[in-house]
C-alpha cells in the first residue's frame, strides 16, 4: 500500500519522554503527600493527556476537579523546567525521518501532551526536520482517541485518511486511527506492550523504527 502521509504520536513514539514524566509527577505527588508511582506503573498513566495523567495518579477518593486543577497546574509548572532533562529520539527515529523526507511524503505529529509541550519537544528535539503539522491536546478539539484532531490533520495535509499511516505506541492511537480511517501501526519500544495494541486495532506492529521504511513506498 502507497501512503501519502504519515501521523506520529509523539511521546512514546518518536521521543522517549517517560523517564522525565515519571520523575516531575512523582514531585508533584510527594509535594502534595500523596503516593507516587513506579515507573512500570507511569507507563499505563500517560497517554490520555496531562490532566488525565493527574486525575489517574491519585487515588479515587480525592478525584475532585479542584484537587485536579492544583495538581495540574503543579505538573505544568515543574514539567516546564524538567521536559527535556532526559528525553531524546528513540535509536533509529532519526534514519526513518531522514527516509520519509527524501521521498517527500508528508508528516505530522498528534499529541495528547499540552499543544504548547509537543511545540517545544518538536523544536527542541525534532528541528532537524521539517513536520507539516505538529499538534497537541487544545481547547476546542478533542484529544484521542476521538479521531477529531487526526481527521483536521488528514485535512490540513490535503490527504484522505486511507492513504495515511498513523504511527503510535498504544491502543489511544490504534483507536484513533482506526476511527479515522488511518492504517494503524503500532510501535513495540514506546511506553505499551504489543497485546494493548493489538487488542485497540492495530493492523501491524514493529520492532524498530527502521522497519517502518519498508511500508513506505
Given at each position: ?210 522497519d517502518i521504511i519498508g511500508l513506505l513506498q
Open positions: 500500500m502507497t501512503f501519502k502521509a504519515v501521523i506520529f504520536d509523539l511521546d512514546g513514539t518518536l521521543l522517549d519522554t517517560l523517564q522525565d514524566l515519571f520523575n516531575t509527577l512523582n514531585s508533584v505527588l510527594s509535594h502534595r503527600s500523596y503516593p507516587t508511582h513506579t515507573i512500570d506503573e507511569c507507563r499505563f498513566l500517560v497517554g490520555y493527556g496531562m490532566r488525565e495523567l493527574v486525575r489517574k495518579a491519585i487515588p479515587e477518593g480525592a478525584r475532585n476537579e479542584e484537587t485536579i486543577d492544583l495538581l495540574l497546574k503543579d505538573l505544568m509548572a515543574e514539567y516546564a523546567d524538567n521536559w527535556k532533562v532526559n528525553s531524546r529520539p528513540y535509536p533509529g527515529i532519526a534514519r526513518l525521518l531522514d527516509t520519509i523526507t527524501e521521498r517527500k511524503i508528508k508528516m505530522a505529529i498528534l499529541s495528547n501532551k499540552a499543544d504548547h509541550f509537543t511545540r517545544l519537544c518538536a523544536e527542541s528535539l525534532l528541528g532537524k526536520w521539517r513536520f507539516d503539522v505538529v499538534m497537541g491536546q487544545q481547547t476546542g478539539i478533542a484529544p484521542k482517541p476521538d479521531p477529531a484532531g487526526a481527521l483536521l490533520i488528514a485535512g490540513m495535509l490535503g490527504e484522505e485518511p486511507p492513504g495515511i499511516l498513523y504511527v503510535g505506541d498504544s491502543g489511544v492511537d490504534m483507536l484513533t486511527a482506526s476511527r479515522a480511517g488511518m492504517y494503524p501501526l503500532g510501535v513495540l519500544w514506546g511506553f505499551r506492550p504489543e497485546s494493548e495494541l493489538m487488542e485497540f486495532g492495530a493492523k501491524a506492529v514493529v520492532q524498530n523504527p527502521e
